[in-house]
């Protein structure tokens, strides 16, 4: 079965430190990657995704991520964090077959000191 | 515009009690999906709902959860004898079925179930 797995559980950070958070998943297909982020008392907000082309994607707030398809990993970073990046970090897969459905990994809580 | 609503945002039942809850998808999305995040589980699927297909409840847990999605729109998941191991929040997505989006999922806030 399809699996996303997210290395880091918990990640305290001061601010302007930079960050990089790992993200695996076990299926050997084409893949749709996502990660999703979650501010505390917010709902889920995508923050980037990649479909196809330029493994290296962009996405909101300065985050980027790159695919790397020989180590099935899509690890997230951004450069310098802020105090506002305190949130909880969903990395996600879609899986096999045609309904979209998305398998997460288990998420990892970044906080940033101020 | 609007996005995806869910209500009520908070619910507290007693054991062995039936729930039901609601989510409103973005206008025009005929892809709905709930989720269920909980301390020990993380982000899992329940079920997906397609336009007139036949739902995918491959996520659901047990016979006790069941959900309908009434005209195309409004979705309701039922939660019948409730347990404490269902306290969790409960999430709905929606998205397009076509164009750039289409893998894309929209969530709303979620529903957060206490089972006492």
């Known amino acids: 079965a399809q699996s996303v797995s997210q290395h880091n559980h918990h990640v305290i950070l001061s601010e302007a430190a930079s960050l990089e958070l790992g993200c695996n998943y076990s299926?050997?297909?084409?893949?749709?990657l996502f990660w999703y982020v979650q501010y505390p008392g917010q709902h889920l907000q995508l923050l980037l995704k990649?479909?196809?082309?330029?493994?290296l994607v962009k996405g909101i707030k300065g985050f980027e991520a790159e695919f790397i398809k020989s180590k099935f990993s899509f690890n997230l970073r951004k450069p310098s964090v802020q105090w506002s990046d305190t949130a909880e970090y969903f990395c996600?897969?879609?899986?096999?077959?045609?309904?979209?459905?998305?398998?997460f990994g288990q998420g990892t809580t970044l906080q940033v000191k101020p | 515009g609007a996005g995806v609503s869910q209500s009520p945002s908070n619910k507290v039942t007693e054991k062995g009690k039936d729930v039901e809850l609601r989510c409103d998808p973005i206008?025009?999305?005929?892809?709905l999906y709930w989720y269920r995040q909980s301390l020990g589980q993380g982000l899992e699927f329940l079920i997906y709902?397609?336009?007139?297909?036949?739902?995918?409840k491959s996520g659901l847990p047990s016979d006790r959860f069941s959900a309908e999605r009434t005209g195309g729109s409004v979705s309701t998941l039922t939660i019948q004898r409730t347990q404490q191991e269902d306290s969790a929040v409960y999430l709905c997505?929606?998205?397009?079925?076509?164009?750039?989006?289409?893998?894309?999922?929209?969530f709303g806030p979620g529903t957060r179930l206490t089972v006492l």
């Open positions: 997505a929606s998205r397009l079925s076509s164009g750039r989006t289409y893998n894309e999922q929209f």
């Open positions: 299926y050997g297909g084409t893949v749709n």
């Open positions: 990649y479909f196809s082309g330029d493994p």
């Open positions: 996600a897969v879609i899986s096999s077959g045609n309904t979209g459905k998305l398998i």
């Open positions: 206008s025009g999305h005929t892809a």
């Open positions: 709902f397609q336009g007139n297909s036949a739902p995918d």
